[in-house]
């Protein structure tokens, strides 16, 4: 099992991106949480099998109609305290 942390920036806000990414990841069996932040851009954090959570990262690269992702800061992170993927109150 593999976890990161992700900062993605570009127009990410008001388009979906948190839904989409909860749906994409639940699919592939991920944990984690993605949450939106005051500067606009969303956090998340991934964790399952590496090839699920590198499907993951490709798919975010595209987002979802409307999104355009500018950057995706990423790095090594734990793994979630529990199980499954949700949306967490902006921060």
Known sequence: ????????SGRVQNVGF???MVTRARRLGL???VRNR???SVEALIA???PSVEELLRA???GPPGAEVRDII???ADPP????????PSE
């Open 74 to 76: 990423e790095d090594f």
């Open 1 to 8: 099992m593999i976890a990161k942390t992700l900062r993605l």
């Open 48 to 50: 399952g099998d590496a």
């Open 38 to 40: 005051r500067d606009g």
């Open 18 to 20: 948190r839904d989409w």
């Open 81 to 88: 305290a529990e199980p499954g993927f949700f949306k967490r």
């Open 31 to 33: 944990a984690g949480w």
């Open 60 to 62: 975010c690269r595209r």
